[in-house]
Structure formats: structure tokens, C-alpha cells
């Protein structure tokens, strides 16, 4: 045992995913929008695009499967007690934006500012409402069944599917929901209300977003057989914290 | 320890795969040190551009003013977000921290190198400054709704913010669960290094802090290129917004670059003077942690004459006047770690001693800002300049550089010419005293920050040139620091285990170089163990 | 050391302390009535605060060289003896510099506060001028209708109260003479009043000292402070001729 774990240190570890992962992330953001926005060039855009989605995708895929097959033994159980740290830095996020949202509002002489639709949608954010809600139960009994002595893999596969849609219908129904007020004529730059109102649902989807995506890293490797307790229990986390910022953004952007 | 060498031999051959896809705490630290000496070197060379250009009234070597501000903008953004966040919170952390904690690397080594390589990024990015047309040009600040209107480049502005503080935050999580769950048995908190400490309050700030500035800057190219308003006064907007989230972080972002940077010191000190730290635990819990928790409310002394409510400019100074009570304890733990101690003046433990005058100095010339009264005059001029780079330019500087003297053996193995060291150190210590306590003057008199040109104030052009000078010197200060390091390189004797004789774990117990995974045996560490434990 | 000493020690620390934050109640006290204009309360505060920077600065570098001087290491293996806190010991180090820093900062922010509140309050006498910003120069515009750029023509002896805007960024607005500074942001009226002395009749440099583009450094203009009756002829010269308002 000691003299494997002597051998094993006698290497420098190393993993190609983080640098092409850094790489795709330039080219992907600061790159592609700067040819877009700034200067003008889509084609360079979709090129950068190009470049730095596959090299992200890449980076991602083979990162999940070096951390679930854990070649080089790095996995203690520390994801759990990173995640909340982590989600401090996301919840102050969102204070930053609702900084900037109230100092805007309570500055305004009126409010709702002139050019919003006298009837913003009701029926559709408390639909969608509901469905993170119990997207949050749905993980809830995932995890259940993966922590069931026998640990019933099946029950745990049936409820992380069960959650993946329903994220994918949160984000359906907000694009439905965005699309409408488009064409309505409501849309970023009408005034300081749209200011706030497409950015904060938008950085709120991409948090769904993100979070689907951490649930897809789970499922695939699940199929396999492979599953990392911890990595699932730190992806419910954010997924509960995920929703619970969308009770902040519901109330304060549609029925405040 | 034949383990360790073993290790050594079969890893001392070179290969670029081992660096550059590296996962070991150890070598990420060297990726972020190069990184950051080289934002170093390139910030630096804009601030010897600016000074030659302000040596006389009017064009000096450069007839745009659009130069300047390029300059300045990189000056100023890469010297804190590209330099000293980075080496502290990146080299030193990642040096220092599995090291002295007794762990084998930090608690998610992929993450760290995810957090080296987005660091590196931003600074290709910033680097990109200087070859793409329309370069950003709105200062380190950029204030809205001058850098929404510039035809310069934002919005590598808010990426290259962007993807340091993303790096920022990563390495906050990983360094915080490190800290808190890998300390080896025997570690308990009261027996961490101060630098330890030093270095979780400021990733405490960069995860609390960083994505309020990330907010800011995503708002503001969202104002520039998708056409929102939230800075605009026409549409109801206003740039105080702006003004308000980004000192909400930049303040606290000088106690992440001062604290770590005051971590290395005490480290310094302790191991030169051979001495305890003068009351730990008040140094600790009322030091660092009352300079974090004072942190957060007093951003409002940048933006006094911004038009914040007079009672808030009223509680603001009373706030910021009481961050001399956290920061004097820490200053007094320096002081009183040398009473009855053994001193002993190596290189590192003259930075140490210039730093202790460089940040009085400094920090004390913060108390005038504060004051909302006194700062209407002063705001915005070089007295302003002078301040910040005394404390932060020039103090921490001053700790970095004696904080990597301090690891050198450590790192590379090798020892460093003392007398080179020590020559470095002088030419430098003059000439940042010569260059900013003359801007200081000149802020005094009513001279403004920002200024390519000064045809206003043309008798102060003899000052400017000895300013100018000046700061010549400290260039040839960092550049005999370069070549002493070089030269350590290729020709340096090899380095003891222990040259300094301090107590801390990563001098007694690691090998020099330390190997992967760093402790070749399990870490034994008896009941009175303490990394200052001198003097029984 | 024992632990008397220590106690013994920590009384005239504590000693010290009283009589240092009564010494500084007391000078607070008998400080001169702010009577005068903000430049003069300016320049008397700074010279205060100067004086008070000065000596905890070099006290601290005082005592800091002393120790470096007398604990220099004397045979190379020694080993530094310094002192073990008891509880109590370690407490007083805490709480007796949170004292005089405290009285210190107390002191400071009162005569701050004191100072702020001559630079907002502007007396009711005061002449009223418009200043804009824009990029890059100022527009000053008299109640009279007269506006003239980069150059701010006042009468000496009366307070000026100088209402700024700004067309565009945000700049801001500074006569080092007279100490006064203020942001000028556009969508917002800001003020501030500083008051020409007859002494300081002439010309004074106003400029702009947030940044605010390519020219900000030529974004400057003069003061020109004139005696009440040339000021007054002059506004009667440039006084738009009537009819054409
Ligand atoms: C490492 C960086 C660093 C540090 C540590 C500090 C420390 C302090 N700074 Fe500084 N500051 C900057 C970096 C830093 N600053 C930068 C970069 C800017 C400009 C940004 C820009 O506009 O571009 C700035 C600007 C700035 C301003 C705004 C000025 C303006 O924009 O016009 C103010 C105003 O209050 C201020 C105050 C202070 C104070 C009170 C401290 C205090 O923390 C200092 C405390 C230390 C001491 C007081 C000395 C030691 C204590 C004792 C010996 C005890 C006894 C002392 C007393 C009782 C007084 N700073
Ligand atoms: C850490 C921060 C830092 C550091 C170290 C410095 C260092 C220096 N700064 Fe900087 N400065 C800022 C942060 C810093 N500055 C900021 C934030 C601003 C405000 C920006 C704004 O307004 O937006 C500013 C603004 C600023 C101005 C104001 C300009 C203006 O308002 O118009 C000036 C003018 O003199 C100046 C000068 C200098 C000089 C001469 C140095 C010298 O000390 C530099 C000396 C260093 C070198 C010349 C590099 C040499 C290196 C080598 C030879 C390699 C050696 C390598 C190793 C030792 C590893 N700086
Ligand atoms: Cu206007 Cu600077
Ligand atoms: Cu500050």
C-alpha cells in the first residue's frame, strides 16, 4: 500500500483539460463578441465560435471523466464544502444586480417607466414557478435513492431525467415568455425596467442552464455506471440555490 | 528523505507537458509567477512611458494624448489585476499555503490549474491591448459614461476583468476549502502561519467582492454594445451606480493585495528576528479580520465629491478612520515581533524593513483622503497617486519581492548573491521615495491625476524632471532584482535545506525542492509545535 | 517576566491613554471658531492633520529602529526571547491601541465633519453661476445671460456659489486656490461655493480632474477674481443688449 502510494507521488500530475478549457473560454466569450459588438467582423465571430465552443465541450467532457474515474485520486469529498463558498460568490452576484435594479427603481420618478406593456405576463411565471419548485423536490428524491442503503441507481436515474426537463421547460417557457414581449415591442432597450428585466432572467437562465448542463455530467457517466456522490450532491446544492434566487428575481421583477 | 531525492532525480529532466498541463500546486505557482512578473514588467515599462512623456510641458515623446491614456489604462489595471492580485493570492498562496498547512497539493488541484490558465488569458487579452485598433482607454476605473461613449475598446475591458475574477473565485473556493479541510493533524488554528490567515481574509474578500465588480463591468458593456441604461441620465440611468458597485470591490481589493502582502512580511520578520509574533491572536482576530470586516463599508471614500448624501460621506469617514485601528495592530505585531528578537539583515529582511517605513508612510497619508473634508481638495490629484503607491505600488512591492528572495532557496534550490540583493533593494528604496513623495507634493499643489499634459501648471516642470528621474532608479532597482535572480539561476550555489533557520513546516520538514506531493512521510508533529516556536 | 510586571505595565499604558485622549478632547476645545471661509478651514485642518500624521509616523519609525538597531543577532545561533503574552497582556495590547487610535480617529472625523458642513452650506449672500463641463472645457453662464468659456470672472468679496452640470461624461470641476472641487455629472445639479478674498484678486487655474477623454489635461480654464465694481462693469459690458434675448 505505501509503496504505491510513494510511486504514485514520484509524478508530476498533470491534465490537458484546464489550459484547452482556458483557451475555448477566450475564444468562445472575449473574442467572439469583441469581433461581433466591437468591431464589426460576424464571420471572424462565428469563427472565434468555432474555435472555442468544441474546445470548451472537449474540455468539459474529458474533465468529468478524468474527475469521476479519479486516475489520480484527488477526489476527497471536498466538492461538498467548496460549493457553499462558491455559492456565496454567486449570491453576491445577484446582489449587485439587485443593487443596481432598486437604486434605479426607487430613483425613478414613476414606475413602471414609460414603454413597458401595461400587462406584463402573470400566468406564465408562476408556471414556471412551480416547475423549479418541484424541480427542486425531483433532485431532492434523486439523491434519496442514491443514498438508500442498496443504493437504488434506477430511482436515482428515473428522478435526475425528471429534473433535467423540468429545467429544460423553465427555459422554454422563459424564451416563449421573452419572444412575446418582443414582439410586443418590449426588448432590452426599451428603458431602465427592460434594462433590468432581460439581463436579470437572462443571468437567472443561465444559471438553469449551467445547472442542467451539471446534470447532464452526472447522467451520462451514470448510464455507464458511474457515479460520484459527491459531485451529485454538490450539483443539488446549486441547484436548490438556483431556485431560490428565482423566488428573488420572480418577486421583485414581475409582481413587485 | 532518500524518497524526496529519488523523486528529484527522476523529475529533474525538463518537459514542457509536465509544466504547462500541470496540476501541482507548486509549479501552478511558478505559471502565475512569470505571469505576474511579466504584467510586472510590461505595466512598468508604460509607467517609465508616462513619466518620460511628463518630463516636459507638451508633447514629449508622444504628440497623441489618446497614447498616454492607453498607457495609463494598462498601467493602472495591469499592475493590480494583472500583477500584484495574481502574486499574491496566486504565486504566494499557491506556494505557500499546502505547504505550510503540511497537505500534498490544495483540495481541487485541477481547478487551480483551470484558475492559472483563465489568469493567463486575461492577460493575453490585456496584452492584445497594445495591437488591436480602438485600444480600451477609460483607466482603471472605467467610469461610465466616458467608457461607454470612447470609441476605445471596453469590452476587453470587462473580459479581461471578467476572466481574472473568475480565476479570483476559483482560487478563493479552492483555497478556502483547503484551508479549511487539509490541515495536517497537529495544525489547529491557532497554529497557522500568519500568512495563512493573511491569505484566507483576502479569498474571504475576493469571493464575497469580485462578482460585485464583475456585475459592474458586465453592466457597463451591456450599456455600450447591447443598449441598456443603466448608466444613462437620458433614460433615467446614472453613472453612480457604476461608481458605487466597483468601489464596493476596489476597495476591499487593496485589502487583498495589503494583507497577504503583510502575511509575507510577518513571515519574514519572524523567521530574521528569530522570533515569536508579538501577540498572535490579536494580530489575527483583531488585525486581519477587523480589516476584512471593515472592508466592506467604506467604499464610499473614492466618491465623496461624486455626490454620495452628506450623511453618508459623514459615516464613510468615520469608517475609514477606524481601519487605522486593525491596521496599527497589525503594524504594532511587526514592530513588537522584533523586540528581544535576533535580527539578522539578509535581503528579504531589508524589503521587510522597507516595508515597515514605505507602508507607514503610505497608510498614513490615507488618513487625509479619508476625511471627507480634506479629500475635496486633494481628490483626484497626484497627492492621490502618491498615497496608493506608497502603500500599495511601492509597500507590497516592496513584500513581494522580499517574500520571493524569502522562498528563492526553497523554490529553486539555489541560493541568490547577497550583495546583488542588497543593491536592488537600495537603488529601489531611493528611487520610489525620490518619485512619489515629490507626485505627492505636486497632488498637494493642485496638480491632476490623468494629465498628459500640463500647460496649466508649467512651473512644475523642474519637479516633474527629478520625478522623472526618480523613477529611472527604480527601474535599475527591479533590473539588478531580475539579474540577481538570473543569475541565482545559472550560477547560485545549492541551497540547504533549511538557509534561514526558521521553525515553519515547509523549511523543516519539506526537501528543497520539495517533491510532488511534498511530504515524503506522513507528517508527525509533536504537541508544542508551533511555526514560531523560537526561543523556548 | 512575571506577571505582575506585566500588570504593572499595563496600568501606565492605560494611564497613558486617558491622559492622551483627554489631551486631545481638551485641544479639541479650545480649537479656534470655524468661522472663517472652507479654504481657511481647509488649510487649518491640513496643517493639523500634518502635524498629527507626523508624530504617529515618527513615533512608530522611532521605535521600529531602535528595536532593529538594539536586537540585532549577536552570535548566529541565537534565537529571539520574545515575551509570552499571558491572556490579560495580550488583551491590553488589543484594546489599549484601539483606545488612542480611537480618540485619534474620533478627533479627526469631528473636525471633518465640521469642515464638510462650511463646504455644503452655502451662505444665503452668495452670487449664483452656472458652470457646465463638456468635453473638453467649461461654459460659465451668468444669471445675466452672459456665457463665456474657460473663464470664471468673480467679484472679490462675496461668496460664489457655483451651480455645475455637465453636457456629456463626468467631470469635475477644481480651483486648487481656493481648495474647492466638486463632480459635474450630467442629468444632476451639483454646487459648490468657495469665497474670493480681496487679497486674491487676479488670476487663478480652474480645471478638470476626473478623467474624461482624449483632452482632459487642456480642459482648463482661469479664474479671474476682479474688485466688485470692475466685475460689476464688466457684466454690464457683455450683458446682452436688449431685444435680442
Ligand atoms: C494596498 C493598497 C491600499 C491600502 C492598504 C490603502 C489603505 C488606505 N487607503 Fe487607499 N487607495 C489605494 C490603495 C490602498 N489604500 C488606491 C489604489 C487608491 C486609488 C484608487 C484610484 O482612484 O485609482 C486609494 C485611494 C484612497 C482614497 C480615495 C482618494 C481619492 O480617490 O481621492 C482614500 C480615501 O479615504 C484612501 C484611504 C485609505 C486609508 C484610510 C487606508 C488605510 O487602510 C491605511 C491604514 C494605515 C495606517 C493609518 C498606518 C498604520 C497605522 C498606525 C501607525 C496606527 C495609528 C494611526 C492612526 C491612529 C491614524 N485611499
Ligand atoms: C501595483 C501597482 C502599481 C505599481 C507597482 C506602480 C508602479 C509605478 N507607477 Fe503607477 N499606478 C498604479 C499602480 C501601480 N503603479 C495605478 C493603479 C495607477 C492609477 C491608474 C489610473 O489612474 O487609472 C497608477 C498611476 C501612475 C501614475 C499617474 C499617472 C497620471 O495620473 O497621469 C504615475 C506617474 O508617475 C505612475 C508611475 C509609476 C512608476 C514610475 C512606477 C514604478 O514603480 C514602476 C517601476 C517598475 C518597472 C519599471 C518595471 C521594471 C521591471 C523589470 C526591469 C523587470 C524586473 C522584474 C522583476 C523584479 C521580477 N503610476
Ligand atoms: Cu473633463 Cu476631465
Ligand atoms: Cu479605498
Redesign the interface.
Known sequence: MSEKI?E????????????I???G??FL??LA??FY???KMPMMSIISLGIGAPLTIISIAG?VK??IEDE?G?S?G??V??MP??I???A??F???F??YW??RL???VWP?AGTPHEMPFAIPLIMTAILLSSSVTIHMAEKHLEEETGNKGGFLKWLIITIILGAAFLSLSAYEWSELMHEGFN??T??Y??VF??LTGFHGSHVLVGIAMFVCILIPALAGKISEPFVKSASIYWHFVDIVWLFVVSQVYFW | MS?AS??LT??SKFSL??W?????HK?VAILYLIGSFAAFFVAGIMAMLMRTELATVGPTITSNPTNYNVWLYFHGAAMILGYQIPSLTGFFANYYVPLMIGA??V?????N??S???Y??GI??ALLTFVI??PPDIMWTGYPPYSIITPG?T??YT??V??IGFSS?AG???F??TI???RAPGITWNKLNIFIWCTMAAFVMQ??????L???VT?L??DK??????FDAN????P??YE??FW?YSHPAVYVILLPGVGLIYEIVATFARNRVFNYKGVVYGGIWGTVLLSGVVWGHHIYVSAIPSWLALIITFTTLLISIPVGLLVIGIVGTLYKGSIEFKTPMLYAVGFMFLFLIGGLTGIPNAMSAIYIHIHGTQWITGHFHYVMAVSVTTAIIGGTYYVWPKMTGKMYNETLGKLGFWLFFIGVNITFSLTMWLGYKGWPRRYYDYSQFPQFQGTQQIITAGSYIIFLGALVTLITWIHSLIWGEKAPQNPWGSKSLEWTHAPTPP???NY?EPLKLSEDWHPYGYGK | MGRKNFLKRLFYLLFATVILSASMVYANGIKIEMTGTPAEGWEHLWRELMIDITVIGVVFAAVTIYLLITNRRKRPGDEGQGPKLSPLAAFGWVVIPIFVFMADDIYLAAESFELWGNYRNVPANALVINVEGYMWGWDVKYPEKIIITNELRVPAGRPIHIKLTSRDVVHSFFIPDFHVKWDAVKGRENYLWFYPKQVEAGEHVMTCTEFCGMLHSSMFGKVIVMPENEFNKWIEDNKPKGGNV
Request: charged share 10%; aromatic share 16%; hydrophobic share 55%.
Open positions: 510513494v504514485h507521488e514520484l509524478t508530476w500530475h498533470t491534465s490537458y483539460w484546464p489550459l478549457g482556458s483557451v473560454v477566450l466569450a472575449p463578441f469583441a459588438f466591437v468591431y474533465w478524468e474527475g489520480h484527488y476527497e471536498h466538492s464544502w467548496a463558498i462558491f456565496v460568490a454567486e453576491t452576484l446582489v449587485g444586480f443593487a443596481a437604486a434605479l430613483t425613478a420618478p417607466p432590452i432597450k428603458n431602465i427592460s434594462s432581460f439581463p | 524518497v529519488q523523486a527522476a523529475q507537458k509536465e504547462i498541463f500541470t496540476t501541482d509549479r500534498k497539493d483540495a481541487f488541484p485541477r481547478l490549474a483551470l492559472v490558465w483563465l493567463w488569458m493575453v487579452l485598433p480602438d475598446n469590452a476587453f473580459f479581461t471578467l476572466l473565485i478563493g473556493v479552492n478556502l476549502t479549511i479541510r487539509m469571493v464575497i467582492f469580485v462578482p460585485i464583475g456585475t459592474a453592466l458593456s451591456f454594445y447591447l443598449g441598456t441604461h443603466f433614460a433615467g440611468g446614472t453612480l451606480i458605487n458597485l464596493f517533491p510532488p506531493g515524503p
